[in-house]
């Protein structure tokens, strides 16, 4: 498993025989400046999305027309972008599981809001979601943009992820010591991956203090378009 940072909440996962782009936010996003994007989408199978703003569903579209890889998600959601010209994937709800080659893919809660700009309507696109991702032997959480919430207790539970890609970057979503938190009281994670910080001055800019918070883990603070093999 390849996991590589797009910036921001965006990432691109190498896993079994899939390449899955999540959130993927290339135009526009200040991280992905200079980088090689063409690189970040070669090969794509799909497209995942967790939520309708704009630093995750702006460039699905045209990513999506571009690459031929279906976009799926929360089912309001991925009508939306289905309508707008995305190629169909599977517009599915939390609890909901789907297979994409030899990955399964399950549609998990977020805490969080979501909408999205339609002509001059700010729309309501369903619920806020992560994802849990499993193969290569692997189970990966990935959290999309969400505070602290009580689903964790059962996530960690129930699908036990080893490795945990989490939101972290404070006033949007929770900060460093939220994940910290989280990670202590709800999971096992062999290996933790924050994302969405360092994008805006608002956002908190090193994971530092997480490293700190949780010695038994692997903290591993990514750099854009620079893979982290499992």
């Not at 976009?71 to 009508?79: C, D, R």
């Not at 939101?167 to 900060?175: K, N, P």
Request: net charge negative; aromatic share 8%; glycine share 12%.
């Amino acid at each position: 498993m390849n996991i590589i940072w797009l910036g921001h909440g965006s990432f691109r996962i190498e896993i079994g025989d899939q390449v899955l782009l999540i959130d993927p936010w290339l135009n526009g996003n200040p991280m992905m400046e200079g980088q090689d994007k063409e690189a970040a989408l070669d090969g794509a199978t799909h497209i995942l999305v967790t939520h309708g703003h704009f630093d995750h569903t702006a460039d699905i579209v045209e990513l999506s027309q571009k690459t031929g890889a279906p976009v799926s998600g929360m089912v309001e959601l991925a009508q939306a972008l289905h309508a707008m010209g995305a190629t169909e994937g599977h517009a599915f709800n939390k609890g909901g599981t789907i297979t994409l080659g030899n990955v399964a893919v399950t549609l998990v809660p977020a805490s969080h809001s979501s909408s999205m700009q339609i002509g001059d309507e700010k729309r309501y696109m369903g619920m806020e979601t992560g994802f849990i991702l499993r193969g290569d032997g692997k189970t990966l959480y990935f959290s999309g943009d969400t505070s602290i919430m009580a689903d964790m207790d059962w996530i960690g539970d129930y699908y036990k992820p080893d490795i945990g890609i989490l939101s972290a970057g404070g006033y949007y979503t929770m900060d460093m010591a939220g994940v910290a938190y989280a990670a202590k009281r709800f999971f096992a994670f062999k290996t933790l991956i924050p994302c969405h910080y360092r994008t805006f001055p608002a956002l908190e800019q090193s994971a530092e203090g997480l490293i700190r918070a949780l010695p038994d883990v692997d903290v591993i603070e990514p750099q854009v378009m620079q893979a982290i093999t499992m």
